[in-house]
Nanobody, 118 residues
Framework: QVQLVESGGGLVQAGGSLRLSCAASGNTFSINTIAWHRQAPGKQREFLAKINTDGRIVYADSVRGRFTISRDNAKNTVYLQMNSLKPEDTAVYYC????????????WGQGTQVTVSS
């Protein structure tokens, strides 16, 4: 099993920045891809970005140029640096882990709340 824990959310003003962390534990060797999603009230969960163990990255159009995903393999942690935040970025942010092209995962964290005030 793999456990994922998100942290780093909070309340910021528009234009501010936050850095989210996704810490993985357990059988972390079984996954090679971590993705960030978010879900705002009344909306479906939205894909934001993903990164694999080798550093290959994909961004959604909604965050490209403002958000940056990165990872520290030694710490089994993936980060999401969020800059130029907007009120519409307000949501619960989740990370998930899987092994791409296999049936391993996804494993989901509990989420961390991000609130951006205008």
């Amino acid at each position: 099993q793999v456990q994922l824990v998100e942290s780093g959310g909070g309340l910021v003003q528009a234009g501010g920045s936050l850095r989210l962390s996704c810490a993985a534990s357990g059988n972390t060797f079984s996954i090679n891809t971590i993705a960030w999603h978010r879900q705002a009230p009344g909306k479906q969960r939205e894909f934001l970005a993903k990164i694999n163990t080798d550093g290959r990255i994909v961004y959604a159009d909604s965050v490209r140029g403002r958000f940056t995903i990165s990872r520290d393999n030694a710490k089994n942690t993936v980060y999401l640096q969020m800059n130029s935040l907007k009120p519409e970025d307000t949501a619960v942010y989740y990370c998930n882990g899987r092994r791409a092209w296999t049936e391993v995962g996804p494993y989901w964290g509990q989420g961390t709340q991000v609130t951006v005030s205008s």
